[in-house]
């Protein structure tokens, strides 16, 4: 995937100005930068939630130009229909055009893959915070993408299912499959990162290697944002 001078404005005020950046198959990048830097914006114009009012996102490679959608988005908070875990999944497998007879049973091995066949009957809705991320990520993994964007998937959990969510990037990673992420947490983003993206007022200020990245930053704003300067 590539971005070319991506520019993105709502009502005349720029919100993210000429971004260009190239993603390469299989790495784990993590999108950093302070609050309201631009980071889920640039997630939602890769993922085509958003259209960039300057500038272009291209895929690719073989099939870039297949009608089916490669990648797959999962949020902060998970946006879960009122039906049960697996429904939830079948349901974005059809908006995919899969088949019914298959859409079932992609979206249980799914769950198998990760363990969550317990789940498949409850009612979504009511599993707790960190039951319906899991089920997010399932879901995403149901769609069998090439990218998967995350935006701050684990800020609204705790420890322990941070660490299963962390498990699940890792099992799409061994997978393959591209992750673009943001987080504000630097350890995880250390954990998890082949790469880093650093965006400051709308603004791409590096693509760095991650052991680059977390040693000495190339960026002043950045070597800044990672002392824990106070940077807006
Ligand atoms: N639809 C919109 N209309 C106007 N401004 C917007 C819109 N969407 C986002 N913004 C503004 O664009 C800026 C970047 O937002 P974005 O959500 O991408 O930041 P972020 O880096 O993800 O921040 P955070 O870490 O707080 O989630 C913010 O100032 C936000 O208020």
Redesign the pocket.
């Given at each position: 995937m590539r971005l070319e001078a991506v520019s993105f404005a709502?009502?005349g005020?720029p919100?993210?100005t000429d971004i260009g950046l190239e993603v390469t198959s299989g790495q784990r990048i993590m999108?950093l930068?302070?609050?309201?830097?631009?980071?889920?914006?640039?997630?939602?114009l890769c993922h085509g939630l958003l259209q960039p009012t300057k500038g272009r996102v291209t895929w690719l490679g073989a099939g870039a130009n297949t009608p089916r959608r490669r990648h797959a988005m999962v949020f902060?908070r998970p946006v879960m229909l009122r039906r049960s875990a697996l429904a939830n999944i079948t349901h974005a497998l059809a908006l995919q055009g899969i088949g019914r007879a298959q859409r079932k049973e992609q979206a249980l091995a799914a769950l198998r893959h990760f363990g969550l066949e317990a789940l498949a009957d409850r009612p979504a809705r009511v599993l707790s915070g960190g039951e319906q991320q899991r089920l997010a990520m399932a879901r995403a993994w149901a769609l069998r993408p090439e990218v998967l964007f995350l935006?701050?998937p684990c800020a609204a959990l705790d420890p322990g299912a941070t660490h299963a969510i962390e498990e699940m990037i890792q099992a799409f990673h061994r997978a393959g499959v591209t992750i673009v992420m943001?987080t504000?947490n630097m350890g995880q983003a250390r954990r998890l990162a082949d790469e880093v993206i650093f965006?400051h007022h709308?603004r791409l200020l590096e693509q760095t290697p991650a052991a680059e990245f977390f040693e000495q930053p190339r960026s002043e704003a950045a070597d800044a944002f990672m002392k824990g300067e106070l940077l807006w």
């Amino acid at each position: 995937m590539r971005l070319e001078a991506v520019s993105f404005a709502v009502r005349g005020k720029p919100l993210l100005t000429d971004i260009g950046l190239e993603v390469t198959s299989g790495q784990r990048i993590m999108v950093l930068g302070p609050n309201g830097a631009g980071k889920s914006l640039t997630l939602r114009l890769c993922h085509g939630l958003l259209q960039p009012t300057k500038g272009r996102v291209t895929w690719l490679g073989a099939g870039a130009n297949t009608p089916r959608r490669r990648h797959a988005m999962v949020f902060q908070r998970p946006v879960m229909l009122r039906r049960s875990a697996l429904a939830n999944i079948t349901h974005a497998l059809a908006l995919q055009g899969i088949g019914r007879a298959q859409r079932k049973e992609q979206a249980l091995a799914a769950l198998r893959h990760f363990g969550l066949e317990a789940l498949a009957d409850r009612p979504a809705r009511v599993l707790s915070g960190g039951e319906q991320q899991r089920l997010a990520m399932a879901r995403a993994w149901a769609l069998r993408p090439e990218v998967l964007f995350l935006d701050e998937p684990c800020a609204a959990l705790d420890p322990g299912a941070t660490h299963a969510i962390e498990e699940m990037i890792q099992a799409f990673h061994r997978a393959g499959v591209t992750i673009v992420m943001t987080t504000h947490n630097m350890g995880q983003a250390r954990r998890l990162a082949d790469e880093v993206i650093f965006l400051h007022h709308g603004r791409l200020l590096e693509q760095t290697p991650a052991a680059e990245f977390f040693e000495q930053p190339r960026s002043e704003a950045a070597d800044a944002f990672m002392k824990g300067e106070l940077l807006w």
